[in-house]
């Protein structure tokens, strides 16, 4: 009786699993559509609303003279992909009945709140006919705000295995045995938002870069936390398991932001009918930073953003090497690629050849992701 109760038990486990799995995949699928179709049609909405408004970008003086025709192309756009990747991540759970997670919605959150320090910097830029919004200090400030809330919060709400949002060990691949301890995991937080945040804003100078690139990089968190579920320690202890709090769940809203992304993708193409701004920037670097941390691959984000890295690179060494050397320059102009602009590379050249970097980076760090799995 006692075997038998035990194999019933086994097989009734499995069969929770697998039926959770098969929810949660349909999810991926509904997310990835609704958010895709949502942003797609209301894309055109508000390009029409923010031209009638005279909502434009506004251009430097000092950029590419090539730029200056872009001057008055509607910005803010990415108010469209904040809420279609929410509107499609919260539809999907509505199809599948499949319940909403905590770590998900920590992470939503904070892409709101990044959101709104972005919108804040754009609404200043449109109303004022300047092209600085918010002071330095002030954007910093806002984004750190942000991101300590989410480290603060993201620490709490244990599940019925313990498992907290974010851990408090530092990841690679996945938990390393190094313990940051809560105040050190929410300054970790702070570094890893205001770094990702900043960098996928300092990508999004040419149409469609960004966007292109963080599209590939959300893909590559479905493929992490379908795997990380398939391979988890609730499913099948072992020493190569993964303790991830939602991992399923953070694959569904990776889903959301990347389809909201391919449909923003066609009409932010070259040439653009309308920019992301500083909203959609900053709440795509918070989105990939907050799934970096809930799936516990933080540092694996480095080669799954690669593309952002180094750009973000290329503005550091410039302005060091120009203190440092009295007014010299490494490159004609930061970031990276207004540097190939002023080499006379053609904007879609240059976008399309950033985005093979950046397909190689996702590869790159996909494969020490498995990799990590198999040498374990």
């Known amino acids: 009786r006692k075997i038998g109760g035990f194999r019933a038990a086994v097989l009734a486990n499995h069969a929770y699993w697998r039926d959770r799995r098969s929810a949660t995949v349909k999810g991926i699928l509904f997310a990835g559509a609704i958010s895709l179709l949502i942003s797609f049609f209301?894309?055109?909405?508000?390009?029409?609303?923010?031209?009638?408004?005279?909502?434009?970008q506004?251009?430097?003086?000092?950029?590419?003279?090539?730029?200056?025709?872009?001057?008055?192309?509607?910005?803010?756009?990415?108010?469209?992909?904040?809420?279609?990747?929410?509107?499609?991540y919260f539809i999907s759970h509505l199809l599948t009945g499949v319940s909403i997670s905590t770590s998900a919605l920590l992470v939503l959150g904070m892409v709101v709140g990044l959101g709104f320090v972005g919108f804040l910097d754009d609404?200043?830029?449109?109303?004022?006919?300047?092209?600085?919004?918010?002071?330095?200090r002030q954007k910093l400030l806002g984004q750190a705000l942000v991101a300590a809330l989410f480290g603060i919060l993201a620490i709490r709400f244990?599940?019925?295995?313990?498992?907290?949002?974010?851990s408090?060990?530092?990841?690679?691949?996945?938990d390393t045995t190094v313990v940051l301890g809560a105040a050190l995991v929410v300054i970790w937080a702070i570094f890893m938002v205001l770094g990702t945040s900043n960098g996928v804003n300092?990508?999004?100078?040419?149409?469609?870069?960004?966007?292109?690139?963080?599209?590939?990089?959300?893909?590559?968190?479905?493929?992490?936390?379908?795997?990380?579920?398939?391979?988890?320690c609730a499913i099948s202890m072992g020493p190569k398991c993964y303790e991830v709090r939602d991992p399923l769940d953070l694959a569904v809203l990776a889903a959301a932001f990347s389809g909201a992304c391919f449909g923003f993708l066609w009409w932010n193409a070259s040439p653009a009918k309308i920019f992301m701004g500083d909203t959609g920037s900053l709440a795509l670097g918070g989105a990939l930073a907050g799934l970096?941390?809930?799936?516990r691959t933080e540092l694996l984000l480095i080669p799954l953003g690669g593309l952002f890295v180094i750009i973000t690179l290329s503005v550091i060494i410039q302005t060091t090497y120009f203190k440092l050397s009295g007014g010299k320059r490494v490159?004609?102009?930061?970031?990276l690629q207004h540097h190939f602009e002023l080499l006379g590379w053609g904007e879609v050249t240059i976008v399309i050849r950033f985005w093979i970097i950046a397909g190689l980076c996702v590869a790159v760090g996909l494969a020490l992701f498995y990799a990590q799995w198999v040498v374990a």
Not at 124 to 129: C, F, H
Request: no cysteine; net charge positive; glycine share 12%.
């Open 158 to 166: 244990p599940d019925e295995n313990s498992l907290t949002p974010i």
């Open 42 to 56: 209301a894309t055109p909405a508000l390009i029409r609303f923010l031209a009638k408004r005279g909502y434009g």
């Open 202 to 232: 300092l990508t999004d100078g040419l149409d469609g870069l960004a966007t292109g690139a963080a599209v590939m990089t959300f893909l590559s968190f479905i493929l992490i936390g379908v795997w990380e579920f398939g391979q988890s």
């Open 123 to 136: 609404w200043l830029k449109v109303s004022k006919k300047r092209s600085l919004g918010l002071k330095a």
């Open 292 to 295: 970096a941390m809930t799936l």
């Open 58 to 88: 506004i251009i430097r003086d000092d950029g590419p003279r090539t730029h200056h025709v872009k001057r008055g192309t509607p910005t803010m756009g990415g108010i469209v992909l904040i809420i279609a990747a929410a509107l499609g």
């Open 331 to 335: 490159f004609k102009m930061a970031p």
């Open 168 to 174: 408090l060990n530092l990841s690679i691949v996945r």
